[in-house]
């Protein structure tokens, strides 16, 4: 598959087991990275000319990509990740500043920024992996917040190819979700931050990622939580009381240490995880009444 004047790079049936924190996933067809904006934009103009499907990738980590691999062109933003503090202002609680953030830098990196330029409201990200772009998409965050709670605007590419702005009362954020449909792709985010003290945020950042070290695991290739927490209960609590801790399928293991993390114990299958997820969800249902929903998005075919 070839793009016309494409200055990025482009792979062909690149295993996705490279660019998913699970490690697994069979080819896609192509795997392509633009050099940059204009570069992005001339591909999918392509992509829709010729109707190509498409996923956009971004730092894979809440993606599980099935053993066939995907039928169409990945898009991987990883050449455009600016961040720049755009405007600095004064309002009533203390001073603020605007940050641009394109969709392929890393959270953790757009908390480095906000730390060392002294600013608040990001520290809930810490130890999220993944790019502003997959954090806009899921929004992303934990109990002590999300990413849509900091964001003031997102540039959108539209399927017709149009570049829109989407102010944050259009962006639909809620829990593990947000209004981007199919098609449209994030390019570019404005946040706004609050002016703090760098200890203290480093402070906190710290305490927050221990308590991660502490009830994560570590170490084991994973997609973070599998299952959506469920209104007011937590999956992993309910998986932990179906007795499922440690079980496995294949080289898929339930973590021995959270319930809702499934870990590839190595050379573990996209079907391997699909099954324990169905074994999961079967055995909740049955003890709990509960129906589990995925956080993880589950793409490409058999
Ligand atoms: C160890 C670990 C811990 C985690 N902890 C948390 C946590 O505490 N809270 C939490 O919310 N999540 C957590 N996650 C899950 C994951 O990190 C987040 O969902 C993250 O925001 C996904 O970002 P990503 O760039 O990796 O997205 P990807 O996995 O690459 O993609 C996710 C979805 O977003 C879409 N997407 C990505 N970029 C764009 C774009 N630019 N435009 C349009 N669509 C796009 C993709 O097509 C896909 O549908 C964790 C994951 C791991 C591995």
Redesign the pocket.
């Known amino acids: 598959m070839n793009f016309t004047n494409l200055r990025g790079e482009v792979r062909l049936q690149e295993p996705m087991s490279r660019h998913t ?1 699970y490690q697994i996933g069979g080819p896609a067809d192509a795997f392509v990275v633009p050099a940059d904006r204009g570069d992005l934009l001339a591909l999918m103009a392509e992509i829709r000319e010729r109707n190509l499907r498409f ?9 599980l990509v099935r053993d066939g691999g995907f039928r169409g062109v990945v898009v991987s ?1 990883r050449n455009m990740a600016a961040i720049s503090i755009t405007r600095e202002y004064r309002s009533v609680g203390g001073s603020y500043a605007v940050l641009s953030a394109e ?2 830098a890393s ?1 953790a990196r757009l908390m480095n920024f906000s730390v060392e330029h002294e600013l608040t409201g990001l520290e809930f990200a810490a ?5 502003v ?6 929004n ?3 109990s002590r917040g999300e990413i849509g709670d900091v964001t003031d605007a997102v540039t959108l590419l539209t399927p017709s190819g149009d570049l829109v702005l989407r102010h944050h009362d259009e962006m639909g954020f809620g829990y ?1 979700t947000a209004n ?1 449909p199919p098609g ?4 570019e985010a404005k946040l706004i931050l609050r002016k703090g003290e760098r200890e203290r945020i480093k402070e906190r950042i710290s305490e927050l990622m221990a308590g991660r070290k502490e009830r ?1 695991p570590w170490g084991l290739p ?4 599998v299952f959506k927490n469920p209104l007011d209960e937590a999956a992993g609590k309910l998986i932990e009381q179906a007795g499922l801790k440690g079980f496995a399928v294949g080289r898929a293991q339930i973590s021995e240490k959270h319930g809702n993390f499934i870990v590839n114990l190595g050379g573990a299958t996209a079907a391997d995880v699909l099954k324990l997820m169905e074994v999961v969800k079967e055995r909740v249902l049955e003890m709990h009444q509960v129906r589990l929903e995925p956080e993880i ?1 589950i ?1 490409g075919e058999d």
């Open positions: 924190s996923l956009v990738l971004g730092g894979g980590t809440n993606l933003l969709a392929g959270l130890g999220i992996p993944g790019t772009g997959g954090a806009l998409c899921m992303a965050g934990t593990r981007v449209q792709v994030i390019v994560q994973n997609a973070g939580s998005k793409i």
